[in-house]
């Protein structure tokens, strides 16, 4: 019923940029928070950054001051710009959304599939 799907990811040297998408599709009513998490070999999710529907964020410590995360409500579709990338940003990136349903107005959390990110000279 709802789709999440990532894209961006790649292989990047350290201190380049990067920019991931994450877009939804199906019988969407509305999209409350909207997050990106990721996930490096070994060790276990961890979230990066956290939307609001009226665009408040929150950041993880480790990328304050170097990812943005944004949105465009019409379109349905987060972003995250990731600047000054390091060796220790490699992972696996994974939007998450709360969506509510036309069918029944209840929201749920849905993942996308998730796309590389990896950060290497």
């Known amino acids: 019923q709802v789709q999440l799907v990532e894209s961006g990811g790649g292989l990047v040297q350290p201190g380049e940029s990067l920019s991931l998408s994450c877009a939804a599709s199906?019988?969407?009513?509305?999209?409350?928070?909207m997050s990106w998490y990721r996930q490096a070999p070994g060790k276990q999710r961890e979230s990066v950054a956290r939307?609001?529907?009226?665009?408040?964020?929150d950041y993880a410590d480790s990328v304050k001051g170097r990812f943005t995360i944004s949105r465009d409500n019409a379109k349905n579709t987060m972003y995250l710009q990731m600047n000054s990338l390091k060796p220790e940003d490699t992972a696996v990136y994974y939007c998450?959304?709360?969506?509510?349903?036309?069918?029944?107005?209840?929201?749920?959390?849905?993942w996308g599939q998730g796309t590389q990110v990896t950060v290497s000279s």
């Open positions: 939307i609001t529907r009226s665009r408040y964020t």
């Open positions: 998450n959304a709360d969506v509510a349903l036309l069918t029944d107005y209840q929201y749920r959390g849905y």
């Open positions: 199906g019988t969407i009513l509305n999209i409350a928070a």
